[in-house]
Each structure stands twice: as C-alpha cells, then as structure tokens.
C-alpha cells in the first residue's frame, strides 16, 4: 500500500492506494500533519511508502519520524517523468504542476492536454500529444481574489465564497460574487478555447480544491476530478519505480 501526500500552500491530502486503486483520501491541515499521519498508519497497517509533493514550507524533517515504518520519497526535480520538459526555467516548474503533468500524459496518451489546478491558484499545465511539457499560466484563486479585494482596498468586505445567480450585483456583496466567481468562470473557458483553438485531440483536465464549485458552471466539456493530482502523485511513484 502507498500513502501519497500532496501539501498545498492552503491544505494537504493524503490518499491511500492499493496499486492503482483509490482506498480514502484525508484531507487536514498543516498543524495536524503529525497526528493525521500517524493516524492513518494505524488504519491502514499494510503501508509501506509514503509519497510525498510539497509546494510549502512543511520541512522534510517532519516526516522523518515515520522512516523506521515506511519508506520515505519525495517526489524532486531529478526523478523520472513521462514527458519532455520544454519550460525555459524547468527547475522553477512547481512539483505539483509535474506530477499533474505525469497523470495527464500517462492516463491520456496520445492527446494534447490542459490540466486547471483550481486551488489557492489556479494553474494551467499543457502537455501536447507528443508528450511534450510545454508550459501553461498562474493566476489567483477564489479565495486569494476574495482576500485581494478586501485587503488591498479600504471598504470592501471579505467574503466567503457564496454562488452567485446574478451577472448584474444588486448591491456591493453581490457585485464582489459576480466578480470574482463569473471572472473566474471567463477565464478558465477563455484559456480552454484559446488552446482549443491551436490543437485538436484535446481534453480538459479540471482538479484542485474548487472543482465541483467551478465544473458545472464552466461551458466547455472537462474531465473533473478533484482528487487528479493524489491519484497522479501514486502514477508518478509507481512510474519512477519502473524507469529508474
């Protein structure tokens, strides 16, 4: 059994596979690493990997009390991965963004690929059919938009994200959830249907925190998956395995 792990800058989330099977996902945040983990270990007593992905702050030193249990990795710049990294700064590309790239091209073979991480941000990976990384965007999340406004102006609220039916905002909260939630919307089928327009064979990848919220709001047919990048990080060990 594996445990992957994938800290984000907000939470993290762990998943339990048994080869490729999907067991539990846990999601808890960073204060409660320690105790979550250990927890799961005794649920699950057939572990013996721990996966990990990291784009915090979380020292590798914390997991190191788990090692006389099971084996420890974390997935770097230097492993192997099914693609060609064609980013001009490859050891600037964040470990969550290959490891979503790594699902994307070893799950879609064949197809030109956009895989939207909607999270704290919201990053767009493109992985064309020729298994090249060729790179993609990063933009602000609804929550980081909602803090935004509030912070950097003197009288607007902070809010918490809440559907918005309207286009046209009645009033100032309702105009902040139209912003925010249809600029949102705007941007991601904008970014679709300009790669749309460049490749064919093409599939849409959506994950992060905010996949159901934005999935049935969005025009463009997507493959949604709020749990693509865990299920991607077990791929990307399971891959190493075999390539090194």
């Known amino acids: 059994m594996i445990l992957a792990i994938d800290i984000g800058n907000t939470r993290i989330k762990a998943a339990v596979f048994e080869g490729t099977a999907l067991l539990e996902v846990f999601v808890f945040m960073k204060v409660e690493l320690h105790n979550s983990i250990q927890n799961i270990l005794k649920k699950h007593e057939k572990i013996t990997d721990l996966v990990i992905s990291s784009v915090s702050n979380v020292e590798k030193q914390s997991f190191f009390i788990f090692d006389n249990a099971v084996n420890i990795h974390f997935v770097?710049?230097?492993?192997?991965?099914?693609?060609?990294?064609?980013?001009?700064?490859?050891?600037?590309?964040?470990?969550?963004?290959?490891?979503?790239?790594?699902?994307?091209?070893?799950?879609?073979?064949?197809?030109?690929?956009?895989?939207?991480?909607?999270?704290?941000?919201?990053?767009?990976?493109?992985?064309?059919?020729?298994?090249?990384?060729?790179?993609?965007?990063?933009?602000?999340?609804?929550?980081?938009?909602?803090?935004?406004?509030?912070?950097?102006?003197?009288?607007?609220?902070?809010?918490?994200?809440?559907?918005?039916?309207?286009?046209?905002?009645?009033?100032?909260?309702?105009?902040?959830?139209?912003?925010?939630?249809?600029?949102?919307?705007?941007?991601?089928?904008?970014?679709?249907?300009?790669?749309?327009a460049h490749y064919s064979k093409f599939i849409i990848i959506l994950t992060g925190g905010d996949t159901e919220f934005l999935a049935k709001r969005l025009k463009n047919t997507i493959f949604a998956n709020s749990n693509f990048l865990v299920e991607s990080l077990n791929e990307t060990f399971q891959y190493k395995i075999k390539n090194d």
């Open 76 to 196: 770097s710049h230097s492993d192997s991965f099914p693609f060609v990294n064609k980013y001009e700064t490859p050891q600037t590309l964040g470990i969550d963004r290959m490891v979503l790239a790594t699902g994307a091209t070893l799950r879609f073979p064949g197809q030109n690929r956009l895989v939207i991480d909607a999270g704290t941000c919201v990053t767009y990976d493109f992985i064309d059919e020729n298994n090249n990384y060729l790179g993609g965007a990063i933009s602000p999340g609804l929550r980081l938009r909602y803090e935004s406004l509030h912070n950097f102006t003197a009288k607007l609220p902070l809010l918490e994200l809440k559907n918005s039916k309207n286009f046209i905002g009645e009033s100032t909260s309702k105009s902040i959830h139209s912003g925010v939630i249809n600029g949102m919307v705007y941007e991601i089928d904008g970014f679709i249907n300009q790669y749309k």
